[in-house]
């Protein structure tokens, strides 16, 4: 959840990408701890992130008199983290195309697809969080709309329109359980998954692929995420699995 001073309301208007706000004035991330995934950028303890309609406009600290010169919506991110989300052709219009699947970074002119998640103070890297537990994200957005907040979907948000995979057969299709029944995982025939989470259905949708003991979870929301199977066992998401019978 989004600690006090987040406001999440103020992203409402950002869920439509026809909305006038969407359209109009930026969006200012402020003071968080922003993972650039640039080499010769790091990790900045205290910055901001800058949007412009699809793109990023700016990264680094002190944007902020700037950007409210420009009638930016300014969101309080202390305690928060930035993390690039997939880039992609799926990210929509006016983003920037990449590989399906490849992490982007956050710089100048590339796409506004990123996260904005809770800052651990320990434990696994942020990017890894969100991998594994998207439902924790506070916000995520792809080419500068709103696809999720507080953890669940924002409403209107429409599903990833990018190609679908090919037919998928071998064992490991079928309905997958977790040890302790929270979490129901269904791997059709068609490279589609369905998840239910605690009695909630369809909690997660998207597309998967298998290679060997790998398996590859592109969720329509954009996220993606990572499984092997291991002796009859589905290890993903920090989640034992196991099968109870086949679709």
Same mark, same amino acid.
């Given at each position: 959840?989004?600690?006090?001073? #987040?406001?999440?309301?103020?992203? +409402?208007?950002?869920?439509?990408?026809?909305?006038?706000?969407?359209?109009?004035?930026?969006?200012? #991330?402020?003071?968080?701890?922003?993972?650039?995934?640039? /080499?010769?950028?790091?990790?900045?303890? =205290?910055?901001?992130?800058?949007?412009?309609?699809?793109? $990023?406009?700016?990264?680094?600290?002190?944007?902020?008199?700037?950007?409210?010169?420009?009638?930016?919506?300014?969101?309080?991110?202390?305690?928060?983290?930035?993390?690039?989300?997939?880039?992609? /052709?799926?990210?929509?219009?006016?983003?920037? +195309?990449?590989?399906?699947?490849?992490?982007?970074?956050?710089?100048?002119?590339? %796409?506004?697809?990123?996260? $904005? @998640? %809770?800052?651990?103070?320990?434990? /696994? %890297? $942020?990017?890894?969080?969100?991998?594994?537990?998207?439902?924790?994200?506070?916000? @995520?957005?792809?080419?500068?709309?709103?696809?999720?907040?507080?953890?669940?979907?924002?409403?209107?948000?429409?599903?990833?329109?990018? /190609?679908?995979?090919?037919?998928? =057969?071998?064992?490991?299709?079928?309905?997958? @359980?977790?040890?302790?029944?929270?979490?129901? &995982?269904?791997?059709?025939?068609?490279?589609?998954?369905?998840?239910?989470?605690?009695?909630?259905?369809?909690?997660? &949708?998207?597309?998967?692929?298998?290679?060997? =003991? !790998?398996? @590859?979870?592109?969720?329509?929301?954009?996220?993606?995420?990572?499984?092997?199977?291991?002796?009859?066992?589905?290890?993903?998401?920090?989640?034992?699995? !196991?099968? !109870?019978?086949? !679709?």
């Amino acid at each position: 959840m989004a600690p006090p001073a #987040f406001d999440t309301a103020l992203l +409402e208007p950002y869920r439509s990408p026809a909305s006038p706000a969407a359209a109009g004035r930026p969006l200012l #991330f402020a003071h968080a701890r922003v993972h650039t995934f640039d /080499p010769a950028v790091g990790d900045l303890a =205290d910055a901001d992130v800058l949007t412009a309609g699809a793109e $990023v406009a700016g990264v680094g600290p002190g944007l902020r008199a700037a950007a409210e010169a420009r009638g930016a919506v300014v969101l309080d991110c202390a305690g928060l983290a930035v993390v690039p989300a997939v880039a992609g /052709p799926a990210d929509g219009a006016g983003a920037r +195309e990449r590989p399906a699947g490849r992490i982007g970074g956050l710089a100048p002119g590339g %796409p506004a697809t990123f996260a $904005v @998640v %809770p800052a651990p103070a320990s434990g /696994p %890297p $942020v990017l890894e969080s969100l991998i594994w537990r998207p439902e924790n994200a506070v916000a @995520v957005l792809a080419a500068g709309r709103v696809v999720l907040l507080d953890g669940r979907p924002a409403a209107g948000a429409a599903p990833w329109s990018g /190609p679908r995979p090919s037919a998928v =057969d071998g064992p490991h299709l079928g309905r997958w @359980v977790d040890d302790t029944g929270f979490i129901v &995982q269904d791997l059709a025939p068609g490279g589609r998954y369905d998840e239910a989470r605690g009695g909630r259905p369809h909690a997660y &949708q998207g597309a998967f692929w298998i290679a060997g =003991d !790998r398996i @590859v979870y592109r969720d329509d929301l954009g996220f993606w995420a990572y499984g092997r199977f291991c002796g009859g066992v589905l290890h993903h998401a920090g989640y034992t699995f !196991r099968r !109870r019978g086949r !679709r």
